[in-house]
Nanobody
Framework: QVQLVESGGGLVQAGGSLRLSCAAS????????MGWFRQVPGKERDFVAR????????DYADSVKGRFTISRDNAKNTVYLQMNSLKPEDTAVYYC?????????????????WGQGTQVTVSS
């Protein structure tokens, strides 16, 4: 079993910033690529960002490029999502994901373990 504990969500005004954290059990995060997804009611869960096991490769959805930054601290088994210049359309439940295979590819395109989700609400 992989346990992912997310934190950092909240209510912010447009233009503000939030930093999400996802702490994984054991050393799972240190040996696997990780990523973030988000979901709004009635819609599919969408890819936001991913990062390779050593942090050397990152990938972002077009809608967040230039505003969001994914990073990781393998000593803490934690991945972060720094969200700047937030927009109302960023409002969603944000989920941390760890691919079952551990691969960078599967973080976005394969089977993953999910965190519980943390709510981000951006008001105008």
């Amino acid at each position: 079993q992989v346990q992912l504990v997310e934190s950092g969500g909240g209510l912010v005004q447009a233009g503000g910033s939030l930093r999400l954290s996802c702490a994984a059990s054991g050393r799972t995060a240190a040996t696997s690529a990780m990523g973030w997804f988000r979901q709004v009611p009635g819609k599919e869960r969408d890819f936001v960002a991913r990062i390779s096991v050593n942090g050397g490769r990152t990938d972002y959805a077009d809608s967040v490029k230039g505003r969001f930054t994914i990073s990781r601290d393998n000593a803490k088994n934690t991945v972060y999502l720094q969200m700047n210049s937030l927009k109302p359309e960023d409002t969603a439940v944000y989920y941390c994901a760890v691919p079952r295979s551990g691969s960078y590819y599967d973080t976005r395109f394969g089977a993953v373990y999910w965190g519980q989700g943390t709510q981000v609400t951006v008001s105008s």
